[in-house]
């Protein structure tokens, strides 16, 4: 029995490691971020699932416009088509922003991150910068890989300019990514994988759904507003030189400025939540 | 060194935990012991910043935890062994901690090796069966190889190989001088690894005292006998004026005693002794008397005593002196 001899003498000196302490910072988190993003098979498949509704969506308009031979185009471009293959591209991305948070909470794995990295304000920050490069690269990429074979496939519509071609490729890009980072701060608001996935899905489509049923004429302008801001017709405002829906509704780079204030609204009030609570 | 000050918890009505104040002191195990639902997660999860406290401060090496820049080269901690990413695999689940803290790379194969993971190092952790779950939680807490550890119930659902290697290994992380704080609602597991002894109920401190000490004044140790002349036995006992219970099955209990006196006092007589052995009360039993009037969840109804029904607390101080 020599147990009992160890016990009653508390080691004199306390623990110290060989591992040298280094000043972990903002950078670290990322690259813990990234670890995580890229060895889930949940990134791959929302992502790749993106990239495949991208490119036959987008290819399939263009392909049936140019077989038509369309004459009505007037002075829109064909980049317009990348529309058609965005919409359906946001789900994923919703889908993706939202659990790259959610699915911490519904694994536990949150509390895992919050201990080794205590400061909530470098786990959120980390979180939405790995998550926006990530799927800015890839839609910006891939929406200026349809947009070209788009403009070489329809000859019949205009050329189209550099301010098009930047919208169509950096503009949708960031505007996925942002209403991913919307969806990223709604994962956080409400823990809960399926519960932040439909009430995003709802975000995108419902407003311009009810719109459509708004027959009476004291909701005009509610109906007009609709049409205006919902999520879809601000992505065909992105590919529209002028307004689309009414005289003074966004068009151009104002989407993206829109979706962009509203996320980091969401993103503070995620922070301040994350902050506060108990995880 | 950690020290919790007037720590309480409070949800609407309920306290969970309530002005708890102690200190965990380094190079020993502390046993932080008590019922179900006696606060002691609560405790933990404020101790490392997860849950805010009502009121109270806890403080690891004299910061708040959220001071600390690369916490995972303070303090490791098992919290609860499911706390992964099921789809990641292990290696990659630890990867992504270490980076956090700026822990080099090679110190997740390390400490994979450490708790016999290596083989399984890349399969997803959600095939993992309880037992590894728990060793790849104990990897996440040894990975900054950290002067303090807080495991919560790590023995829990293991088999007996398991049990053994998780107090070895807390033995000789103490033996380093570590500080360890390990909870159970298991009294006998306590006694076989912890040093100190910290006891809460319902929230509240109950006994804040080193493991020799608990031992020596909660246990009653008494001789047991057992013999074919048990009469001639118990006549000879008697008459040297000791109390000979019977205490079933032929056997006769004795207080204050010890077997060397009473197997002399046997063979001078020429008494047949089929046993004669020393015996201690279950710690557990007193950790119950301690407990009972703070245990939260009693199971009504039943007996466990097998007499009659008896109101209130079915174990604790009213059935224990019936």
Request: charged content about 15%.
């Amino acid at each position: 029995m020599t147990a009992p001899a160890q016990h009653h003498a508390p080691a004199p000196h306390s623990y110290v490691s060989p591992i040298p302490v280094r000043r972990a910072h903002l950078g670290d988190a990322l690259a813990s971020e990234w670890t995580k993003i890229r060895s889930v098979r949940s990134t791959l498949w929302t992502l790749g699932v993106m990239v495949l509704l991208m490119v036959a969506i987008g290819l399939g308009v263009a392909a049936i416009a140019a077989n038509a031979g369309e004459q009505g185009m007037g002075d829109e471009s064909a980049l317009g088509f990348g529309f058609f293959g965005m919409l359906p591209a946001s789900i994923c991305v919703i889908t993706l922003g939202v659990l790259t948070i959610a699915s911490e909470y519904g694994t536990g794995m949150i509390r895992t991150t919050l201990t080794a990295c205590p400061s909530r304000a470098r786990v959120l920050t980390a979180k939405a910068i790995v998550f926006f490069l990530l799927v800015f690269t890839v839609t910006t990429v891939v929406a200026a890989l349809v947009g070209a074979v788009q403009v070489a496939l329809v000859d019949a519509a205009d050329t189209p300019t550099t301010g098009e071609w930047l919208r169509a490729t950096v503009g949708a890009g960031g505007y996925l990514a942002m209403l991913g980072l919307l969806s990223l701060a709604l994962g956080t608001l409400i823990r809960h994988s399926a519960g932040a996935i439909t009430v995003m899905i709802g975000v995108l489509l419902l407003p311009l759904v009810a719109a459509m049923f708004m027959f009476s004429e004291a909701l005009k302008s509610v109906q007009e507003w609709l049409f205006t801001y919902a999520i879809p017709s601000q992505m065909i405002a992105l590919y529209a030189a002028r307004p689309p829906f009414g005289d003074d509704g966004p068009s151009g780079w104002e989407p993206l400025l829109i979706m962009t204030g509203v996320a980091g609204v969401a993103l503070a009030g995620a922070f301040s939540l994350l902050n506060s609570r108990d995880v | 060194m950690i020290e919790l000050e007037g720590l309480t918890k409070r949800y609407g009505a309920k306290t969970a935990v309530d002005h708890l104040s102690f200190q965990v002191r380094p190079g020993v195990i502390t046993g932080f012991l008590g019922p179900n639902g006696a606060g002691k997660s609560t405790t933990m999860r404020m101790m490392l910043d997860l849950d805010n406290p009502t009121s109270g401060t806890v403080r690891i090496d004299g910061k708040h935890y959220r001071e600390l820049q690369e916490p995972l080269k303070y303090i490791g901690a098992l919290l609860d062994a499911k706390a992964m990413n099921g789809g990641r695999s292990a290696y990659n689940n630890l990867l992504c901690l270490a980076q956090s803290n700026r822990i080099p790379e090679r110190r997740v194969s390390e400490v994979l090796d450490l708790v016999g993971l290596t083989p399984v190092a890349r399969k997803k952790s959600k095939g993992f069966s309880l037992g590894m779950g728990q060793r790849l939680g104990i990897a996440s807490a040894l990975l900054g190889d950290p002067e303090i550890l807080m495991f919560d119930e790590p023995v829990n659902g293991l088999d007996p190989e398991g049990i053994h290697w998780i107090r070895n290994l807390m033995k000789a992380l103490a033996a380093e001088g570590r500080t360890i704080f390990v909870s159970s609602h298991l009294m006998s597991e306590m006694a076989l690894t912890a040093d100190h002894l910290i006891v809460i109920g319902q929230g509240k401190l109950l006994a804040d005292t080193s493991m020799a000490d608990f031992i020596q004044e909660n246990s009653r140790s008494y001789v047991r006998l057992r013999s074919p002349q048990q009469e001639r036995l118990r006549d000879l006992l008697h008459a040297h004026g000791f109390i000979a219970v019977e205490a079933g099955n032929g056997t006769l209990e004795v207080d204050g005693a010890t077997t060397e006196k009473l197997g002399e006092l046997a063979a001078e007589n020429g008494l047949v002794l089929h046993e004669l052995s020393s015996q201690r009360a279950s710690l557990e039993e007193a950790f119950m008397q301690m407990t009972a009037s703070a245990v939260e969840y009693h199971a009504h109804g039943t007996d466990v005593h097998g007499g009659a029904p008896a109101p209130g607390p079915q174990w604790g101080t009213t059935s224990q002196g019936a």
